[in-house]
């Protein structure tokens, strides 16, 4: 999509994809069966050997390095997205996110299990607060990382190490992905009949922005002055304050998407 209203669907013919990244005028996509595809306008993908058949999660973009996490505590690194190199995590831990800010990359997962490292390469388990919830997003903006995950659980951190839990103000959601842009973290997530999108401009104090999405969502972005959803049964929703959301015309795709990101024209 140009504008996050309007979309189309340039097929792929591939394996499910799970995350999205863009970086050095790249488009890295990743997901199940270790399936990495990259493109430079998102229409044309072209398929890259990640070198595992594990399925992948999602993937970040910083200091000249793509770095993908996925199941079992799988981490790749590429400098280019197109030759990968197997990495060692420290853990056996399905890894759901990564980000990238303050010169540190961080992985997120599984029963709270958080992992930083400065090049991609090494990398150290952090102490996350939580051991019982899996952490499904991380994003660094405004000078902090936030990661957020099941049970309403919020954790924020300067660093990549040292982390502090906050409250969300919500109760009984699972927070699938977080994004920052315009002033706002936005927080988006599944609960039993449908999900609930949330924001902040510090992380600390949360307030609760849409509730009527009847679909879950899993993935959210923001780019050119638009905050963008990706969700099931192939709705997708947008907002440019993150308080009013839309949903978009996505007529004549298919299927659920659980990642989204923005590609600079």
Same mark, same amino acid.
């Given at each position: 999509s140009l504008d996050g209203t309007s979309w189309s669907n340039p097929s792929t013919g591939l394996n499910y994809?799970? $995350?999205?990244? *863009?970086?050095?005028?790249?488009l890295v996509a990743v997901g199940d069966g270790g399936e990495i595809v990259t493109s430079t306008n998102g229409? %044309?993908?072209t398929s890259r050997t990640s070198g595992t058949s594990t399925d992948l999660s999602d993937a970040t973009y910083g200091n000249g390095l793509y770095v993908v996490v996925g199941n079992s505590g799988v981490i790749l690194t590429s400098?280019? %997205? +197109? /030759?990968?190199?197997?990495e060692t995590s420290g853990t056996t831990k399905n890894l759901r996110d990564v980000a990238y800010g303050n010169s540190v990359f961080v992985a997120v997962g599984q029963n709270g299990k958080v992992l930083s490292s400065t090049d991609g390469s090494s990398w150290t388990s952090e102490s996350s607060g939580t051991s019982t919830q899996a952490l499904e997003g991380v994003i660094y903006g405004n000078g902090k990382f936030v990661a957020v995950g099941y049970s309403d659980t919020i954790i924020? /951190? /300067?660093? %990549?190490?040292?982390?502090?839990?906050?409250?969300? $103000?919500?109760?009984?959601?699972?927070?699938?992905?977080?994004?920052? %842009?315009?002033g706002l973290y936005t927080v988006v997530s599944t609960v039993n009949n449908g999900a609930v999108i949330i924001t902040s401009g510090n992380a600390e104090s949360w307030t609760t922005q849409e509730s009527?999405?009847?679909?879950? +969502?899993? $993935? +959210?972005? *923001?780019g050119n002055g638009t905050h963008v959803t990706a969700g099931t049964n192939h709705k997708m929703h947008y907002s440019n304050d993150g308080t009013s959301w839309t949903l978009a015309d996505t007529s004549g795709l298919w299927g659920h998407y659980y990642g989204v990101t923005y590609l600079p024209q």
């Open positions: 994809l799970r $995350g999205i990244t *863009y970086g050095d005028d790249l229409t %044309g993908w400098s280019d %997205g +197109v /030759s990968w190199t197997t924020t /951190s /300067s660093d %990549g190490s040292s982390w502090s839990s906050e409250s969300s $103000g919500t109760s009984s959601k699972h927070f699938m992905d977080i994004s920052y %842009g315009g009527s999405i009847t679909e879950h +969502v899993f $993935g +959210v972005t *923001y």
